[in-house]
C-alpha cells in the first residue's frame, strides 16, 4: 500500500529542545516536501527536496532543517524550537516535482511551550 | 500574499446541491492541483489541471482553468454529507520547484 508516513503525530515540547520530525515513503518518489499549516495561513511550504542530497528552501525555511541521505526518508529538523513554531506540519511526496499530485502524510501536531 | 487564493472562503449548503469555490492566482503557473482536507488531516488530491487544458472532470468534480483570468474554478455536483470539508488550490511551476497553496474554502454541507 502506498503510503507517506510520520512521527510523531502529535508531540509538545519545550523552547530550545532540538528535535526531529520523520517522514518515510515507500512510493520511490523522487520529491519531498515539508509544510506548516497555520489557521487562516493556509499550507507554507518550508523545504522540500528534489533527490538524495538535494534540497532547496521554500517559502518560509527559517528555524528549520532538513536532510536527504535515502530516498525514502526526509526528516524536519528543528534544533531550538520556539513557539511561533506551533503548528501543524505535513510531508508530501511526488514522483517529480511539483508536475504530479502530491501524496501527504497524516500530519504532526507540535506545540512548543 | 498568497499565489492562490480561494473565494469563497467559507460555503455551506444542502445535501443534493452543487457546490463552486473559486482560485485566483497571480502569476505563470505549469499546473493548477485541487486537494481536500478533513479536518485536521492530510491532504488528499483531486484534480490536476495542467495550463494547457480548460477543463477537466472527475466523477462529480468539475475543474474550470482560465490562464487569462489567472482563475481555476472546482464544482462538486450532487453534494453529499461525506464532501464536507476545506479544499486547497494549489499552482506548481511558477517558481522552480514550489508548491503554493491557497488559504481554502471550508465547505459544509447539511444532510
Known amino acids: 500500500e502506498a503510503q507517506v508516513t510520520q512521527n510523531p503525530r502529535y508531540l509538545i515540547t519545550v523552547t530550545g529542545k532540538k528535535l526531529t520530525v520523520t517522514c518515510s515513503q515507500n ?17 507554507r511550504q518550508i523545504y522540500y527536496s528534489m533527490n538524495v542530497e538535494v534540497t532547496d528552501k521554500g517559502d518560509v525555511p527559517e528555524g528549520y532543517k532538513v536532510s536527504r541521505k535515502e530516498k525514502r526518508n526526509f526528516p524536519l529538523i528543528l534544533e531550538s524550537p520556539s513557539p511561533n513554531q506551533t503548528s501543524l506540519y505535513f510531508c508530501a511526496t511526488s514522483r517529480q516535482g511539483v508536475f504530479y499530485e502530491q501524496y501527504f502524510g497524516p500530519g504532526t501536531r507540535l506545540t512548543v511551550t | 500574499s498568497q499565489q492562490g487564493e480561494e473565494d469563497p472562503q467559507a460555503l455551506s449548503i444542502q445535501e443534493g446541491e452543487n457546490a463552486t469555490m473559486n482560485c ?30 480548460r477543463e477537466k472532470h472527475s466523477g462529480r468534480l468539475r475543474v474550470t482553468l482560465d490562464t487569462s483570468k489567472k482563475s481555476s474554478s472546482l464544482l462538486i455536483t450532487a453534494s453529499r454529507a461525506a464532501d464536507t470539508a476545506s479544499y486547497f488550490c494549489a499552482t506548481g511551476g511558477a517558481a522552480g520547484n514550489k508548491l503554493t497553496f491557497g488559504g481554502g474554502t471550508r465547505v459544509l454541507v447539511k444532510p
Open chain 2, 24 to 53: 485566483s492566482y497571480k502569476t505563470s503557473i505549469n499546473n493548477l492541483q485541487w486537494y481536500r482536507q478533513n479536518s485536521g488531516r492530510g491532504l488528499v488530491h483531486l484534480i490536476l489541471i495542467r495550463s494547457n487544458e
Open chain 1, 27 to 43: 512510493m520511490n518518489h523522487e520529491y519531498m516536501s515539508w509544510y506548516r499549516q497555520d489557521p487562516g495561513l493556509g499550507l
